[in-house]
């Protein structure tokens, strides 16, 4: 049976998905995480640290869900503060000094949106990764593993190499929020994931992304030791390109709306 968009924005939600430690775990080595932003907390939406991947040492950043009620309450339900993308932002820096690739796991309906945050400069935080990111001289894969949501999940997806999951989305707004705006009526959010062009293939068509990861394996050893494969594979071109600045930045230019 053919799945529809927004049949993908519920497989994508999936509380039985791996979430981004998940990831971490069934794919590095040695894994160190690293807290804080320096200047006000640490974000549990966003984890990030050091490790080795087949023994080359990179920097890993992964927006974290949780698998369980409680989990999900403590991360946040995997929507960053600014705080997160600062301590994103933090690592990245300190992989770039220590000429580490750096990779990202996105799974984001989208950065909170609660008083405090935008108190403490969300929408700044965000815009600094984005610039950042675009000059950022190491190596950077980010991959869609679930939704990827807004400026939200850009925030970490400005990379020389951008993957998603077989049934992740990537959209400017939900499903939902968009029905909002546009008919009053959130009911109909299965009508605006049929336009949004969010899905894997919608992504790959319009130059957003370079790679489609299948599922048939979610979770299972094979699944991630095929990930494993094609993240030290790709790493090693990346890391052998004099001009991976100038690339990124015309990749993106050559994005089509």
Same mark, same amino acid.
């Given at each position: 049976? +053919? ?72 991360? +946040? ?51 600094? +990764? ?36 077989? +049934? ?90």
């Amino acid at each position: 049976m +053919n799945q529809t968009p927004y049949d993908r924005v519920k497989l994508a939600r999936s509380s039985g998905r791996p979430t981004g430690l998940d990831y971490i775990r069934h794919i590095f080595q040695g894994f160190i995480e690293l807290h804080g932003d320096r200047r006000f907390a640490d974000d549990p939406a966003i984890v990030g640290g050091v490790a080795r991947l087949d023994g080359q040492p990179v920097t890993v950043l992964a927006m974290e869900k949780g698998h369980t009620a409680r989990e999900r309450a403590r991360r +946040n339900f995997g929507a960053p503060h600014p705080e997160g993308y600062r301590k994103a932002l933090r690592l990245m820096k300190q992989a770039e000094k220590f000429g580490r690739p750096v990779i990202c796991f996105v799974d984001t309906s989208g950065a909170y949106c609660g008083t405090g945050a935008e108190e403490r400069g969300q929408g700044q935080a965000i815009a600094e +990764n984005l610039m950042e990111l675009s000059t950022l001289c190491v190596p950077i894969i980010s991959i869609l593993i679930g939704e990827g949501g807004s400026g939200g999940a850009l925030a970490l997806a400005v990379a020389d190499r951008v993957w998603m999951l077989q +049934n992740a989305v990537y959209s400017v707004i939900s499903p939902e929020g968009c029905a909002s705006i546009l008919w009053k009526d959130p009911g109909r959010a299965a009508d605006a994931a049929d336009s949004l062009k969010l899905t894997a293939e919608d992504a790959r068509s319009l130059g957003v992304i370079e790679r489609i990861l299948p599922e048939e394996d979610l979770g299972k050893p094979a699944f991630f030791d095929r990930i494993r494969r094609l993240l030290t594979e790709e790493l090693s071109r990346l890391s052998a390109d004099p001009d991976l600045v100038g690339k990124r930045y015309d990749r993106f230019r050559r994005i089509r709306s």
